[in-house]
């Protein structure tokens, strides 16, 4: 009979222990996985989020101004210069050591103009780069070209306007290509043409009112970037527009750091129940072991014996353990998710390291009863028979 047939065999006869460390290695596990998967799910999804929102860093001119606000009221302001954007000024945008990073950049000028007696805010854009800043947008219709414009859909609706009509908008004839289906922003309001008809009918040639730029990468050092386009543009105030996002990110770490040092005490609790409950499974075998002893076995096969049965043990929690935990997982989520969006994922490498980390809780908890089943003197182990 081999080493790892006595293991298995006296774990079939002290079903109830084995069973008592099976359910403790679980619960670890289980509650470590859980926490793993549970956050990168969440993580994943603002991630995703965070790729579909479009613009995260928001170029507009420097102003030395003044605003007078108090309690929520503005009274207005002073401004005393205002530093315009120049267009020729956006190639340094490319040349940042982050340029790689830079998914669109969309330059953008607004100005008021009349329409059917109307006075509406007009917004010249690069279509372009449309597609990723504002990846929200649908439209009926076509984008415009150079004597055509796009309207939102409240502007479409109060001026009564649809596809194909002619419109003049500061005494210009533009046709309308298409409409902005509703976003539920301020996009609805405005009309949109192209950058360079806009410029022309503000004669702001060259000139631009703001910038969007979008880094669309999860790991994209936005920080970093918004001082880098600092320096090309010195005119210009470069801000990230992602802190809402980033403050859900942070909080989501400063869960998982506490998640996991209660999975350590988890962890912890599991690997004393393995060495307790070994520990008595030692003493009881008092007499089987001076029996292997006298019969010829070695102290290192003891201790092999002791160890087998802590890798059996632990190899079917960590598997288990994985299962439980990816389950509690999909619980927490509907729980705990505000929408269904977040996906439990299945992960390769989690599973492995719960069932290597159970197998090594397993075996160190297992050494000390181990050692002391090695050191029993056969003679006193044959006395107690």
């Not at 995703?48 to 108090?70: C, S």
């Not at 267009?87 to 103009?113: W, Y």
């Not at 500061?170 to 409409?179: A, P």
Request: charged share 15%; glycine share 10%; with cysteine.
């Amino acid at each position: 009979m081999t080493l790892k047939e006595i293991a298995f065999k006296n774990l079939m006869r002290r079903k109830g222990k084995a069973a008592f460390i099976l359910a403790g290695l679980i619960i670890g596990v289980a509650t470590v996985v859980a926490i793993v998967s549970f956050v990168d799910a969440m993580t994943n999804d603002i991630n995703n989020k965070l790729e579909k929102y479009g613009a995260n860093i928001l170029i507009v001119p420097r102003t030395d101004q003044l605003t007078l606000t108090y309690g929520g009221l503005s009274l207005g302001g002073v401004s005393f210069e205002m530093h315009e954007i120049r267009q020729q000024d956006l190639t340094g945008i490319r040349s940042i050591k982050n340029a790689r990073n830079i998914a669109a950049v969309g330059p953008m000028v607004l100005g008021g103009v009349e329409v059917m007696e109307e006075r509406i805010l007009i917004a010249g854009i690069d279509f372009n780069a449309s597609g990723i800043l504002k990846p929200w947008w649908k439209v009926s219709g076509i984008l415009p070209g150079e004597h055509e414009i796009l309207l939102g859909a409240e502007v479409a609706r109060v001026l009564n306007l649809g596809i194909g009509k002619i419109v003049y908008v500061n005494n210009r004839m533009l046709k309308v290509s298409g409409i902005l289906e509703p976003t539920g922003s301020q996009d609805d309001q405005l009309v949109f043409a192209r950058l360079e008809t806009v410029q022309a009918l503000l004669n702001k040639q060259g000139f631009l009112s703001m910038v969007e730029v979008a880094a669309l990468c999860t790991a994209c050092p936005i920080g970093e970037m918004v001082r880098q386009i600092s320096q090309v543009l010195p005119t210009a105030k470069v801000m990230a527009i992602q802190q809402v996002v980033k403050g859900r990110m942070e909080t989501l770490a400063q869960f998982k750091k506490f998640s996991f040092g209660v999975s350590g005490v988890v962890i912890l609790i599991g690997g004393l129940v393995v060495l307790v409950t070994m520990m008595g499974s030692i003493r009881e075998r008092t007499a089987e072991i001076g029996i292997f002893r006298a019969i010829g076995f070695r102290k290192s096969h003891v201790m092999r014996i002791v160890f087998l049965e802590a890798v059996i043990v632990s190899g079917v929690a960590g598997i288990f353990g994985y299962f439980f935990g990816v389950g509690f997982a999909y619980l927490g989520l509907r729980f705990f998710s505000e929408s269904m969006s977040p996906k439990i994922l299945t992960d390769v490498q989690l599973a492995i390291g719960s069932i290597i980390g159970a197998i090594l809780v397993g075996l160190l908890a297992s050494a000390y009863p181990a050692f002391m089943a090695s050191r029993l003197d056969p003679h006193e182990a044959l006395r107690s028979l």
